[in-house]
């Protein structure tokens, strides 16, 4: 029984290695599964593709046509997509490393000064732009905030005080400061209208701005001029803690510069400004008096 078998096994794995001649196909041959061979690869549709094999079958030695080619191009492409990530690496070291030109540069340039937008006036917004690298004629993002919501119309409210002060100068002989600083809260309410009004970005806005800079600077300059002729030492306590309070609030609407932080602190501004400006022409009264 057992030399039976022995042949028989012996009969099979003749006919199987006369039958296994080079070149020819192992698709529709039977064999008996303990001498199946293995069954060949199938050939990938694509060269990358036949460069993906299983770690099992890179022990064989069945090799593929162009297998070579496509690995050396995909490590190619990949030695490509290290360069330049490297590449990309070292700019944004670069530019990290980069000093700013101004103290401004986190501030978009504005694209929208010219003749238009500014009129006989471009000439002095293109200063102010470059010599501040954009922050000049840049100004807050209020949304939500508008003319029309409570918040709004309470922030505008506060020009109010500069109009009041104006006039009290007025009534008491100092027609000039108060005139100034009447001026300049009509150009303040107009300027922030129009902030609340349009938004971001637009050459309204800038033209506001730019006008106000003129205007509370005058108003600005004058008192000051008023305490350095009255003598920094005669100037009223409550003027220097109120000018000291306007010039911390100012600070602040530039750390804060967006929405409801912005309105808070400029209104403030506003309301300790005008009475700085109020206090400082009195005294300016008493002194020329």
Same mark, same amino acid.
């Not at 008996?32 to 990358?48: E, G, I, M, N, Q």
């Not at 920094?232 to 609407?253: H, K, M, Q, R, Y």
């Given at each position: 029984?057992?030399?039976? %078998?022995?042949?028989?096994?012996?009969?099979?794995?003749?006919? #199987?290695?006369?039958?296994?001649?080079?070149?020819?196909?192992? #698709?529709?041959?039977?064999?008996?599964?303990?001498?199946?061979?293995?069954?060949?690869?199938? %050939?990938?549709?694509?060269?990358?593709? #036949?460069?993906?094999?299983?770690?099992?079958?890179?022990?064989?030695?069945?090799?593929?046509?162009?297998?070579?080619?496509?690995?050396?191009?995909?490590?190619?492409?990949?030695?490509?997509?290290?360069?330049?990530?490297?590449?990309?690496?070292?700019?944004?070291?670069?530019?990290?490393?980069?000093?700013?030109?101004?103290?401004?540069?986190? *501030?978009?340039?504005?694209?929208?000064?010219?003749?238009?937008?500014?009129?006989?006036?471009?000439?002095?917004?293109?200063?102010?732009?470059?010599?501040?690298?954009?922050?000049?004629?840049?100004?807050?993002?209020?949304?939500?905030?508008?003319?029309?919501?409570?918040?709004?119309?309470?922030?505008?409210?506060?020009?109010?005080?500069?109009?009041?002060?104006?006039?009290?100068?007025?009534?008491?002989?100092?027609? *000039?400061?108060?005139?100034?600083?009447?001026?300049?809260?009509?150009?303040?309410?107009?300027?922030?209208?129009?902030?609340?009004?349009?938004?971001?970005?637009?050459?309204?806005? %800038?033209?506001?701005?730019?006008?106000?800079?003129?205007?509370?600077?005058?108003?600005?300059?004058?008192?000051?001029?008023?305490?350095?002729?009255?003598?920094?030492?005669?100037?009223?306590?409550?003027?220097?803690?109120?000018?000291?309070?306007?010039?911390?609030?100012?600070?602040?609407?530039?750390?804060?510069?967006?929405?409801?932080?912005?309105?808070?602190?400029?209104?403030?501004?506003?309301?300790?400004?005008?009475?700085?400006?109020?206090?400082?022409? %009195?005294?300016?009264?008493?002194?020329?008096?």
């Amino acid at each position: 029984m057992m030399m039976a %078998r022995c042949l028989r096994i012996a009969i099979l794995l003749s006919a #199987q290695l006369s039958d296994a001649k080079p070149g020819s196909s192992f #698709q529709h041959r039977q064999y008996p599964l303990a001498f199946a061979p293995s069954p060949p690869l199938r %050939r990938a549709t694509s060269t990358s593709s #036949q460069c993906t094999f299983n770690a099992s079958l890179l022990s064989r030695t069945h090799s593929f046509p162009g297998c070579e080619r496509g690995g050396r191009i995909i490590a190619n492409r990949l030695s490509l997509q290290e360069n330049s990530s490297d590449v990309l690496t070292e700019e944004t070291e670069a530019e990290d490393l980069k000093l700013p030109e101004t103290i401004f540069t986190r *501030f978009e340039r504005p694209k929208d000064i010219n003749t238009q937008s500014f009129g006989p006036l471009l000439p002095i917004a293109k200063a102010v732009d470059d010599a501040t690298g954009g922050w000049g004629l840049s100004y807050a993002d209020l949304h939500p905030a508008t003319p029309r919501t409570s918040v709004g119309q309470a922030f505008l409210a506060t020009n109010f005080c500069y109009a009041a002060g104006g006039l009290a100068l007025g009534v008491q002989g100092e027609w *000039f400061l108060g005139a100034l600083t009447e001026i300049a809260g009509i150009v303040s309410f107009w300027y922030h209208y129009s902030q609340l009004e349009f938004g971001k970005n637009r050459a309204e806005v %800038r033209l506001a701005l730019l006008i106000d800079y003129f205007t509370a600077g005058s108003a600005l300059i004058t008192g000051g001029v008023y305490m350095i002729q009255a003598g920094i030492d005669s100037v009223p306590l409550d003027a220097i803690l109120a000018a000291g309070g306007a010039v911390v609030c100012l600070t602040l609407c530039w750390v804060w510069e967006f929405g409801y932080p912005y309105i808070f602190w400029h209104s403030l501004w506003h309301i300790l400004s005008a009475y700085t400006g109020y206090l400082i022409g %009195r005294e300016h009264i008493t002194t020329i008096s």
